[in-house]
């Protein structure tokens, strides 16, 4: 069964810089058919989609965070990360990673639990 | 603002059904993508409910059904169960990328 975990810093000072890493357990990183995405959720609100990357490092972000936004990709670790500039306190949220399924329509089939980061001072 | 509209919130009793929309535009249902939806409980990560306008993964109760039509797609749950209260977001492409729906809260009363 494929799993995702989150991990990083629960509490980023503003204008620093937002870093998590997704670990991936239960398959490759590296199968061919898939993405791997980040999504946030601010407290008490919707869904709000970070950006996506490929195991061989292509890369799809939100124009919203784009200039803001990094991710990369570890297939020696199975992992990826996310790198997020100069955050404010509207970068409050919870972020989870999730596989991004290209051969079906699009959608993320599998969730981590969520990693709470916290902006402030 | 999403490009996909929700009603922020709906409700019904045990037992009945209970419809949720999910409106876009010629640049994102209406252009033929596909809609998706996911529930999430209180407290928990979001989980894929329904794929590809209609299907369900395995393990999805066949109460819950999808459907889509021009610019809209539609989530429905037929008998209505207290653990179905949660949250529910449709999710779709528009202009070359990934956007969700604003959410709708199911209350179960």
């Known amino acids: 069964q494929l799993q995702l975990q989150e991990s990083g810093p629960g509490l980023v000072k503003p204008s620093e810089t937002l870093s998590l890493t997704c670990t991936v357990s239960?398959?490759?990183?590296?199968?061919?058919?898939?993405?791997w995405g980040w999504i946030r959720q601010p407290p008490g609100k919707g869904l709000d989609y970070i950006g996506s990357?490929?195991?061989?490092?292509?890369?799809y972000y939100n124009p919203s965070l784009k200039s803001r936004v990094s991710i990369s990709v570890d297939t020696s670790k199975n992992q990826f990360s996310l790198r997020l500039t100069s955050v404010t306190a509207a970068d409050t949220a919870s972020y989870y990673c999730?596989?991004?399924?290209?051969?079906?329509?699009?959608?993320?089939?599998?969730w981590g639990q969520g990693a709470l980061v916290t902006v402030s001072s | 603002q999403s490009v996909l509209t929700q009603p922020p919130s709906v409700s019904g009793a045990p037992g009945q059904r209970v419809t949720i929309s999910c409106t876009g535009s010629?640049?994102?249902?209406?252009?033929?993508?596909?809609v998706h939806w996911y529930q999430q409980l209180p407290g928990t990560a979001p989980k894929l409910l329904i794929c590809d306008n209609n299907n369900r993964p395995s393990g999805v109760p066949d109460r819950f059904s999808g459907s889509k039509s021009g610019s809209s797609a539609s989530l429905a749950i037929t008998g209505l169960q207290a653990e179905d209260e949660a949250d529910y977001y449709c999710q779709s492409y528009d202009s070359s990328h990934v956007v969700f729906g604003g959410g709708t809260k199911l209350t179960v009363l």
């Open positions: 010629s640049s994102n249902i209406g252009a033929g993508y596909d």
């Open positions: 999730a596989r991004r399924d290209l051969v079906g329509g699009d959608y993320f089939d599998y």
């Open positions: 239960g398959g490759s990183i590296s199968s061919g058919s898939y993405f």
């Open positions: 990357i490929y195991y061989s490092g292509t890369t």
